[in-house]
């Protein structure tokens, strides 16, 4: 029989779902700014004949847009996804970097869009400034995410069991495995300030402010390409983030992230010695 174990603290959970809606919320939004202009460029300026990535559309055979994606030189056809898309309720396809059921608000309304994205992105900061003082306060970040040595000496061996599908269960299920420690620190020391960073840099009043510190980032275009790029690694980690709760337990896992309790999957070797002690 799986046992019940107390997985998640009541801060934790909270600060766990603010940061959900108002990641999804800023994604979405921050994608319908992008849409305004789609591309992006590494400097000071906008080099409109060079742009390190853009999302557009050229004619088609059949006269409708054609959604293109060029990155560097190289350019795919991304036609129906990204560049031209249809809109609901119109016959031929729309230009836009990404189609509208990916934006906030669905057409295209920068002003709108942009404040959809502050307003989170504040909760954002605020939200995770509150949960690094716990973390760090609270003895989470040394009880849970820092891995210890013997953890990290066996990162390959968890590396191999996360590509075969195989996850602790009994007592080892109790704390995160190294990867998880690891992927987790990253993204909480390392992405999400770059992200907060990248996103203050492309502001002209604070550059005004505090002059000069916007060069470290390479200049105000290259913030909003790190901004940008930032942004996707954190959605790949939330892509990879739900897959493992997926296969590792899906109820499981949203039971405990809302009533804290984790039942512990039982050791299959243990299962072995209790059916041995059971037989006649």
Known sequence: MSRPFYRHRLPVRILHWINVLSFFLMLMSGLGIFNAHPHLYWGADSDFDAPLLSITARPGPDGEPQGITQVGARVFVTDGVLGASRVEGQARKTERAFPSWATIPGRQYLATARNWHLFFAWIFVLNGLVY????VLGGHLRRDLVPRRSELRGIGRSLRDHLLLRHPAGEAAKR?????????????????????LAGFGMSPRLDALFGGWVGILGGRQSARTLHF????????????????????????????????????????????????????
């Open 132 to 135: 690094v003082a716990y973390t």
């Open 176 to 196: 995160y495995n190294v990867l998880q420690n690891l992927s987790y620190l990253v993204v909480i020391f390392i992405l999400l300030p770059l992200i907060v």
């Open 229 to 280: 790029a930032a942004a996707f690694l954190l959605l790949a980690f939330v892509v990879v983030h739900v897959f493992e709760v997926i296969v590792t337990g899906l109820w499981n896992n949203l039971r405990s992230m809302i009533t804290g309790y984790y039942r512990l999957p039982e050791e299959r070797h243990e299962m072995h010695e209790g059916k041995e002690e059971r037989a006649p």
